[in-house]
């Protein structure tokens, strides 16, 4: 029997942006190679977690690059971190799978840039600045790595905040309204209002300023700037 072609590395994708759209290179065990003497077999690499889709997310125009030892493709939109790899060879009918990779590739984690929010009648100061405590007012995060529509791939991405709560003697030293110092945006009202750069998201019930905020997307938490 054929050994199966074994994967040894990836280069090139770690801590790519969101949008994928950079090339990167699949390296095999040179003992081994891939069985493949010249282009026109399909090819295939896949990547991301096993659950709860498998191997979620695929490398773009994937070719031959050095014959038996390495295949390059451009990276596709994504998000997340620790992904697995593997490669496939001859189609649908009857391919050729190589191993399956572990790595700690990740593509870069969210930055957060600036708040925007509608305009407040009546106010002159910055509107991220007039949240009203009973929330219901929509804030858009900008920023950038936030990730592809989940019409894409399909993964988890959330919103929450923290203040300093030293000035409101109300909550200070009230152990049972500790949880007003972090309010957490559900997931159902967070959305991409642009994929990768912008998300909309409604304010829950909080009161405080200086409020520090912290996005996660497909476990990756971004910094802290605040509003």
Not at 191 to 220: R, Y
Request: glycine share 8%; charged share 20%.
């Amino acid at each position: 029997d054929y050994k199966a072609p074994e994967i040894v590395k990836i280069t090139g994708a770690d801590l790519a942006p969101t949008q994928g759209d950079q090339p990167i290179q699949i390296h095999f065990h040179p003992q081994v190679g891939f069985g493949i003497k010249q282009d026109g077999l399909p090819l295939e690499v896949r990547y991301g977690k096993l659950k709860p889709n498998y191997l979620p997310l695929k490398g773009i125009d994937c070719k031959i690059e050095t014959n038996q030892e390495k295949l390059t493709c451009t990276l596709g939109p994504g998000a997340g971190m620790n992904h697995y790899w593997r490669a496939s060879f001859g189609g649908t009918d009857e391919p050729i799978f190589s191993n399956l990779l572990s790595t700690t590739i990740r593509y870069a984690a969210p930055v957060l840039e600036r708040f925007e929010t509608a305009s407040v009648v009546g106010y002159n100061t910055d509107p991220t600045q007039r949240f009203n405590t009973s929330g219901g007012q929509n804030i858009t995060i900008h920023g950038k790595n936030f990730g592809p529509f989940q019409s894409i791939y399909d993964y988890r991405f959330s919103a929450f905040a923290t203040w300093p709560a030293d000035n409101f003697l109300q909550i200070k030293d009230d152990p049972n309204l500790q949880f007003l110092r972090v309010f957490q945006v559900p997931e159902e009202d967070c959305s991409h209002s642009v994929e990768h750069f912008a998300l909309e998201c409604k304010m829950p019930v909080g009161i405080g300023a200086n409020v520090k905020w912290i996005v996660t997307i497909d476990g990756q938490q971004s910094v802290q700037p605040t509003t």
